[in-house]
C-alpha cells in the first residue's frame, strides 16, 4: 500500500459479525452484521463525523477500529501500521496513539478510584514515570480540561455530568494521542452542559492536533464539529462527503430522511418535510439488495436485487444508491 | 384563547435523608383549549414533577404542598382520590418516555386498552362498543392489522409500536389534555419524528391540547406552538415559540437558546457558567441570580413574580420590573 501522510486512519472492508448463540450448545447459528463491508478513511487534523440511528453499527466501527473489539474481516491502518496484522506488544504501543471517550460518563470512570489515579492510569500502564511526574502532568492536563488541582483527590461521584466528561477527556489526552474517538460524548449532559464540552473539544483539537471520529446522531453538533460526515444504515455507509454536501447536497433518500427527521433548534431554519416509513429491521435479517429498500420511498426492483456500491458524486462524496442522479 | 388547566403557584417538594427538595417553587402557567405546549428545561428543573404533581401522581416522600390546578374550573388538588381517578380516566391522560415499562407486560396490548376505555365509558370490557373503539384507535394510530395487534403481548413490540399503543390507551377515551413525559426521548430519530407527528395530527383532529415535556428544544421547535422555560423549580418564561427563540428576555432562556448549536452556527457555543444549584439549598430570590449575568441586588432577595410583558409572553425576571 502506498504511503500516504495526509492519512491518519484507514478502514479497509471492515467487518464485525456478532454470533446470536441458541439451542441447547449455544451454536452460533445466525449473525449480527453489526458492521458490513465498510471502509473509509480519516485525515490528519479532520473530525470525521459518523452518523446513524442507533443499531447501525457507529459505535461497534469506532471500537472495531481500536481493536478494542477483533474485526470480523477486514483491515484498520493506523498511522500506517495495519492494526491486523501486528502483535500484541506493538498493538499496546499503538494504543498510545488512541484514546475514546465514552457516552455516560456516569458509568465509564471507576467509582472507587480518585481522579488523579484513573486521569494518570494510562501513564502508569503506558510510561515508565515516576509517581511524581505523572502527579505533575495528572495535574496538567486537569487544568487543559478546565479542572483544578484540588479535584485531584476526589470521587466521580462527587463531579457533575459535564466535570466527568472532562475527567474522561483528561484521560484520553494524557497520553497525547494523535486520534480519539468520540463515541456520543455529549448525549448524556444538558444543553449548556454540551456547549462547554464542545468547546472544550475543539480547543484542544486545535491545541494538540488531534483527529476525531466523532459518533452521534445530533445533527447540529455534526454541523458544529465536522469536516467530513459519514452516515450509516444497517451496517453500512450509505453516504460520505464534505459536511457542505452532506448537509446542502445530500444524495441519499435515508440521509434526507434522516435530517428531516432530527428536529433542528430553531423554529425558523426551513427544511423538506419527509415522514420517515415504517422502523428500521432487525441487522439479524437486514433486506436484501439495498438494506433501506423497505423505508424508501423511490425504490425500485432493482434495489430489492442488488446491492448497490459507493459512487462518486463529486470530489470527496460518496454514495452508495443505485437512483441518486435521478432522485 | 381559553384556559383549559391553570395551574397557580404550584409547590411540590420530596422529603429525603439530605434534606428537603423544594422541586417545584411556585409554578405558575396555563394550557389553553387545543394549545400545542411545551415544557422544556435541563434535568432537574422540576417540568416532569410538574406534570406528575397535575396529575396527582406525586407518591410518598414527596407531597404538594400549596397551589393550585384548575382544570375547567375544578381545582383538581381538592379532589377526592375517587373523582380524580375519573379525571385521570376520561379527562386527562398521560404517556411516558418509556412505553415498555408503562405497559403491564402480562396483559395482551388490546386488553389494556379496552380496559381504558371500560373505565372511562363506564362498558362491559368485553362489550362490541368497546371492541370497536379499540379497533378504531388502533387504526388511527398507525397500526395495521388490529385482529392481529391487540393479541400481542408488550415484549412483542418495538419500542415505537409500543409508544403507539401508549397514545392509543390515552386518546381512547378522547380527553380534554393529553401530557406527553419526553414521549420520544427513549426511540430513534426516525421513530420520534413518526410519533411527534402522530401526537400532533391526532390531538388537532380531536380538539385535545397537548403537553409536551421535553429537554430537546429542537422538538419544541418544530412541533411546539408555544412554550415555558423552566429553571430549578421555577417557570422562567412563556411565550408563542417563535417569539421566544427570537426574542428571548429571561437571561436563562437567551443562554440556553445560544447554547444549543443549530445548522450554521460558526465559532465558540455561548455558554452559561456555574451549575445547576442543588434544590436541597436552593439560591434566595431568583434561583437563577448566581449564574445570571446581569443579576441585580434585589435578584438575590426577591423571587421575581411573573408577568406578561406583552400580550402572551410572560417572563419571570427583575430586569423587567
Known amino acids: 500500500m502506498a504511503v500516504n501522510n495526509d492519512v491518519l486512519v484507514k478502514i479497509n472492508s471492515l467487518k464485525k459479525y456478532f454470533p446470536v448463540r441458541s439451542g441447547i450448545f449455544l451454536r452460533a447459528k445466525k449473525y449480527v452484521r453489526a458492521v458490513d463491508n465498510v471502509s473509509f478513511t480519516i485525515k490528519k487534523n479532520e473530525t470525521l463525523a459518523l452518523v446513524g440511528e442507533s443499531g447501525c453499527g457507529k459505535t461497534t466501527i469506532g471500537r472495531t477500529i481500536l481493536h478494542l473489539l477483533e474485526p470480523t474481516d477486514g483491515e484498520v491502518i493506523f498511522d500506517n501500521k495495519n492494526l491486523t496484522k501486528i502483535s500484541k506488544d506493538e498493538l499496546k504501543e499503538l494504543r498510545k496513539g488512541m484514546q475514546i471517550v465514552f457516552q455516560n460518563p456516569y458509568t465509564s470512570l471507576h467509582p472507587r478510584k480518585l481522579v488523579k489515579d484513573i486521569v494518570g492510569e494510562p501513564l502508569k500502564i503506558h510510561t515508565d514515570f515516576s509517581s511524581v511526574e505523572i502527579l505533575r502532568r495528572v495535574k496538567e492536563t486537569l487544568e487543559n480540561v478546565g479542572l483544578r488541582e484540588e479535584h485531584m483527590y476526589r470521587y466521580p461521584h462527587e463531579f457533575s455530568g459535564g466535570q466527568r466528561q472532562r475527567i474522561a477527556v483528561a484521560r484520553a489526552i494524557i497520553l497525547r494521542p494523535k486520534f480519539i474517538v468520540l463515541d456520543e460524548p455529549t448525549s448524556a449532559l444538558d444543553v449548556s452542559v454540551q456547549a462547554r464540552i464542545l468547546n472544550l473539544l475543539n480547543k484542544l483539537k486545535e491545541e494538540l492536533s488531534l483527529t476525531y471520529l466523532f459518533i452521534t446522531h445530533d445533527l447540529a453538533v455534526v454541523d458544529y464539529m465536522a469536516d467530513r460526515v459519514a452516515v450509516m444504515y444497517l451496517g453500512k455507509v450509505v453516504e460520505i462527503g464534505k459536511k457542505d454536501d452532506i448537509f446542502k447536497r445530500p444524495a441519499h433518500p435515508y440521509t434526507r430522511v434522516l435530517e428531516a427527521a432530527i428536529p433542528i433548534p430553531d423554529p425558523f431554519f426551513k427544511k423538506e418535510r419527509i415522514l420517515p416509513k415504517g422502523e428500521v429491521p432487525n441487522p439479524v435479517n437486514p433486506p436484501k439488495g439495498c438494506r433501506f429498500h423497505t423505508r424508501c420511498d423511490y425504490a425500485v426492483d432493482k434495489c430489492k436485487e442488488l446491492e448497490p456500491q459507493l459512487e462518486k458524486v463529486d470530489d470527496e462524496h460518496y454514495v452508495a444508491c443505485h437512483r441518486w442522479k435521478e432522485i | ?321
Open chain 2, 1 to 321: 384563547m381559553e384556559k383549559l388547566l391553570s395551574v397557580r403557584n404550584l409547590r411540590t417538594i420530596f422529603h429525603t435523608y439530605r434534606g428537603v427538595v423544594k422541586a417545584l417553587n411556585g409554578v405558575s402557567f396555563d394550557v389553553y383549549k387545543k394549545d400545542f405546549l411545551g415544557v422544556v428545561g435541563e434535568t432537574g428543573c422540576g417540568k416532569s414533577v410538574t406534570s406528575l404533581s397535575i396529575m396527582r401522581l406525586i407518591e410518598d416522600p414527596g407531597e404538594i404542598v400549596d397551589g393550585s390546578v384548575v382544570f375547567e374550573g375544578r381545582d383538581l388538588l381538592k379532589l377526592s382520590e375517587e373523582e380524580m381517578q375519573k379525571v385521570r380516566a376520561k379527562e386527562i391522560s398521560m404517556i411516558f418516555q418509556e412505553p415498555k415499562m408503562a405497559l403491564n407486560p402480562v396483559l395482551k396490548v388490546g386488553y389494556q386498552i379496552a380496559e381504558a376505555v371500560s373505565t372511562a365509558e363506564d362498558l362491559p370490557i368485553k362489550s362490541k362498543e368497546v371492541q370497536e373503539k379499540v379497533y378504531e384507535i388502533l387504526k388511527a394510530v398507525g397500526l395495521p392489522d388490529p385482529e392481529s395487534m391487540v393479541e400481542k403481548y408488550p415484549h412483542e413490540l418495538s419500542g415505537g409500536m409500543a409508544q403507539r399503543i401508549m397514545i392509543a390507551m390515552g386518546l381512547v377515551t378522547k380527553p380534554k389534555l393529553l401530557i406527553a413525559d419526553e414521549p420520544t426521548s427513549a426511540l430513534d430519530v426516525t421513530i420520534q419524528a413518526q410519533i411527534l407527528h402522530l401526537i400532533k395530527e391526532l390531538v388537532s383532529e380531536m380538539g385535545t391540547s397537548a403537553m409536551i415535556i421535553t429537554h430537546n428544544l429542537g422538538v419544541v421547535a418544530e412541533y411546539c406552538e408555544r412554550v415555558v422555560i423552566m429553571y430549578a423549580g421555577n417557570v422562567a418564561e412563556i411565550g408563542n415559540v417563535k417569539t421566544i427563540f427570537k426574542e428571548p428576555l429571561h437571561p436563562y432562556t437567551k443562554g440556553l437558546i445560544k447554547a444549543v448549536p443549530v445548522i450554521g452556527t460558526k465559532g465558540k457555543l455561548q455558554t452559561i457558567r456555574g451549575i445547576v444549584p442543588d434544590l436541597v439549598n436552593p439560591p434566595s430570590g431568583c434561583r437563577f441570580h448566581p449564574r445570571c449575568d446581569h443579576a441585580l441586588d434585589i435578584c438575590s432577595k426577591e423571587l421575581p413574580p411573573i408577568k406578561e410583558v406583552e400580550p402572551g409572553h410572560f417572563v419571570a425576571c427583575h430586569l423587567y420590573d
